[in-house]
């Protein structure tokens, strides 16, 4: 079945330092979702990427879809503490169902 | 416009028993999901339902789980003699098509004692 992965699975940054999340399937995905999590939270939808090589941003957030469609990375510029969370992409690829990654956890000392 | 809602919120179940999970999609969604969450871990999909029909099941254990979401009313997992290796966060989603952003619910803490 379909596997997404997500690399690292820890991130400790200093306040003020950049954070890169990154994300790869073992299939092609039709589209890929973010979302955050904070501890004790649940789930919220940051964005979906459909193009092959689309590139997104909000605010201090970058998004990039890869060209085959198989991997995607985060990128937050200048972390703060509100930043803290876990980041997960999920794809959509064959099945009905989102298949999430595990996550990156991140972590901001200040 | 009210969020996905689900209740409880917490849920205390002696092994054996029975857990009724239960979640509202938000207002004009008529695709539900339902994800399991470990500790530390990610979300494993569960069941994909829209209205009176069970569209995926693939990530559902095939025994003492089962789901539905009626016309009427909210979708209900159900979960038949609980083991403790059910402890977790189960989460809803709600979503207006099948490749659209989905709406997570609060999730119900489930715990097995």
């Known amino acids: 079945g379909q596997q997404v992965m997500q690399i690292p699975q820890y991130q400790h940054v200093q306040e003020g330092e950049d954070f890169t999340t990154y994300c790869n399937s073992s299939?092609?995905?039709?589209?890929i979702q973010w979302y955050k999590q904070r501890p004790g939270g649940h789930p919220v939808f940051l964005i979906q990427l459909v193009k092959s090589g689309e590139v997104k941003k909000q605010k201090r957030l970058t998004f990039q879809f890869g060209e085959a469609k198989k991997n995607s990375s985060l990128h937050i510029t200048a972390t703060q503490t509100t930043d803290v969370g876990t980041y997960f992409c999920a794809g959509h690829g064959g099945a009905d169902g989102l298949t999430f990654g595990k996550g990156t956890h991140l972590i901001i000392q200040p | 416009n009210a969020g996905v809602m689900q209740n409880p919120r917490h849920l205390v179940r002696r092994r054996g028993q029975e857990a009724r999970l239960r979640c509202s999609p938000m207002?004009?969604?008529?695709?539900v999901y339902w994800y399991r969450q470990l500790p530390e871990e990610g979300l494993k999909f569960m069941v994909y339902l829209q209205k009176e029909n069970i569209i995926d099941e693939s990530g559902m254990p095939k025994e003492r789980f089962s789901a539905e979401f009626p016309k009427e009313g909210p979708s209900i997992l159900r979960i038949q003699q609980v083991v403790r290796g059910d402890s977790a966060a189960y989460f809803c989603a709600s979503a207006t098509s099948r490749a659209y952003e989905q709406y997570f619910g609060p999730g119900t803490r489930l715990t097995v004692t």
């Open positions: 207002k004009g969604h008529s695709h």
């Open positions: 299939t092609t995905l039709s589209n």
